[in-house]
């Protein structure tokens, strides 16, 4: 008799009492791991004041344009630890750079940023000792060849086995 009165009683308080708890308890431990995940990675400092950053919008771009028009291009290379660069002109002629620098980043996380002092080699190129894990990568450039500016490049990399891909 008692267990014909269990099975009558069905769906009650306490059953929808432990579906709750464990449906917020599913929910505030994927919060809780999410807000760690996020602490621990990428700041999203990108800038640090964004109001003069506005301001020099307008003569970076002007600094831009004026590249562009030069039609330069440039060859990049990795291997063996070290990054190579070199500028061409719009006849592909080597640009003789002076000296430049080359700041390397991941794409979010700042870890692993670094900034390295390219030094000219034989034929305008610009070397410097640098070892890459594998993955994404952005590297700018900045390079004296002799304008009123540095020249400017930005290249998203992707590195594999220590070498260009």
């Known amino acids: 008799m008692r267990e014909a009165h269990i099975r009558k009683r069905g769906f009650t308080g306490v059953h929808m009492l432990v579906i709750m708890l464990a449906f917020f308890s599913v929910i505030i431990a994927v919060n809780a791991t999410m807000a760690v995940f996020a602490?621990?990675?990428?700041?999203?400092?990108?800038?640090?004041?964004?109001?003069?950053?506005?301001?020099?919008?307008?003569?970076k771009s002007a600094q831009?344009?004026?590249?562009?028009?030069?039609?330069?291009?440039?060859?990049?290379a990795l291997s063996d630890g070290r990054i190579s660069y070199q500028l061409f002109?719009?006849?592909?002629?080597?640009?003789?750079?002076?000296?430049?620098?080359?700041?390397?980043?991941?794409?979010?996380?700042?870890?692993?940023?670094?900034?390295?002092?390219?030094?000219?080699v034989a034929g305008g190129e610009l070397e410097a000792d640098t070892a890459l894990r594998d993955g994404a990568w952005?590297?700018?450039?900045?390079?004296?060849a002799g304008l009123d500016h540095p020249y400017r490049e930005i290249r998203r990399l992707t590195v594999q086995d220590g070498e260009l891909r």
């Open 39 to 59: 602490n621990s990675s990428w700041s999203g400092f990108v800038v640090r004041n964004s109001y003069v950053a506005s301001q020099e919008f307008n003569e």
């Open 89 to 120: 002109d719009r006849d592909d002629l080597p640009v003789a750079a002076v000296k430049g620098t080359v700041s390397i980043r991941r794409p979010i996380g700042d870890s692993e940023d670094r900034t390295l002092l390219l030094k000219p």
């Open 138 to 144: 952005i590297a700018e450039f900045e390079i004296d």
């Open 64 to 76: 831009w344009r004026a590249q562009a028009e030069l039609g330069w291009g440039s060859k990049l």
